[in-house]
């Protein structure tokens, strides 16, 4: 019996380490080249670390490494169940810290754009963050470069603002003008 079941368990597959050979966009399905046997696949989904309405989407990329594990112990039915760095795709060095991101921390890096999440802060970099909705702050706001406010087509340049208004003068805790009051 015993014989028996160990040679039952040497004929069931097991977890490979692949390559992503082919991928689909719009399914995130993709075909792997199963190592060591050189085996491809035809197509599998490829996993998320989230889905549903709270998504994560990091599409695969040809030539990323992957583990893939047989459904059920069979060769035939695969499933890919994590990417992996390699001695080729090594983890990325984040800018802000100049090492790896580190357990605890959270890194999202992609080519011209990145956040990497440490310590109680967040740095980031990119060309243009282009956000909608309102950006409520609480705390001060430090900029290196001009800020411009545009209300409907008005603008309003901070670094070419100017208060100096005729006949307003600001004091401690009261706001004069040299403009008649109402009812004088």
């Not at 992609?110 to 909608?132: E, I, K, M, Q, R």
Request: glycine residues 10%; contains cysteine; negative net charge.
């Amino acid at each position: 019996m015993k014989r028996g079941s160990q040679d039952i368990a040497r004929r069931l597959a097991q977890a490979r380490y692949a390559t992503i050979k082919s991928v689909d966009p719009d399914s995130y399905a993709v075909k792997v080249l199963i190592q060591p046997e050189g085996i491809l696949t035809g197509w599998l989904p490829c996993g998320a670390a989230a889905v549903g309405i709270a998504s994560i989407s990091v599409p695969p990329i040809p030539e990323d490494q992957v583990i893939v594990e047989p459904m059920e112990g069979s060769a035939q039915h695969w499933a890919i169940i994590a990417r992996v760095f390699s001695a080729t795709a090594r983890p990325p060095i984040s800018p802000a810290t100049n090492k790896p991101v580190q357990s605890g921390e959270i890194g999202i890096f992609t080519p011209g754009a990145w956040l990497h999440f440490t310590g109680g802060n967040v740095y980031g970099a990119a060309t243009d963050w282009n956000l909608s909705g309102n950006l409520n702050v609480t705390g001060g706001i430090n900029a290196t470069h001009d800020v411009v406010a545009d209300s409907g087509g008005s603008t309003v340049s901070l670094a070419n603002h100017d208060h100096k208004i005729s006949g307003v003068q600001f004091g401690s805790s009261t706001l004069t003008t040299s403009a008649p009051v109402p009812g004088s």
